[in-house]
């Protein structure tokens, strides 16, 4: 009876050891992971690399789209209207201006040239 006594003991003593040797392994594999997130360096590297390969990719995607002959039709079309628009204002605020140069502060009208900040005439109206 003590032989088998002795037995059980053993028995429970091995399953201990491998219940420890368990819990080492597994405590080691959270230490591992923790470390790996406070490894500021590494997580910078792995995400500059994310960034990398998308910006490749985005950029492979964008010469497969405007490498067709209509999409760089349209993009010089586009450009072009855009110019033209840009002209159209600055000719509009141009004529605006020259049109402008006789200007109103209250009852008094007075009257510059282009270019000028004098005044050249000033005329006294009364009404309005």
């Given amino acids: 009876m003590t032989t088998q ?4 003991t053993d028995a429970a003593t091995e399953e201990l050891r491998q219940e420890v040797d ?3 392994h597994e405590l080691g594999e959270t230490v591992e992971q923790l470390a790996a997130k406070a ?3 590494a ?9 990398k390969d998308r ?12 490498g067709s002959e209509q999409a760089m039709a349209r993009a010089r079309q586009g450009g072009a209207v855009i110019v033209a628009a840009g ?18 502060m209250g009852p008094v009208r007075f009257r510059v040239r282009p270019g000028q900040r004098h005044a050249v005439q000033v005329r006294r109206h009364k009404g309005r």
Wanted: proline share 0%.
């Fill in 22 to 24: 368990r819990a080492r």
């Fill in 55 to 66: 910006a490749r990719d985005a950029a492979a995607s964008a010469w497969r789209a405007a």
């Fill in 39 to 41: 490894d500021v360096k």
């Fill in 5 to 8: 006594g002795r037995h059980g």
């Fill in 87 to 104: 002209a159209v204002a600055t000719a509009a605020v141009w004529v605006r201006r020259r049109r402008t140069s006789t200007r109103r």
């Fill in 43 to 51: 997580l910078a590297r792995e995400k500059a690399e994310h960034a």
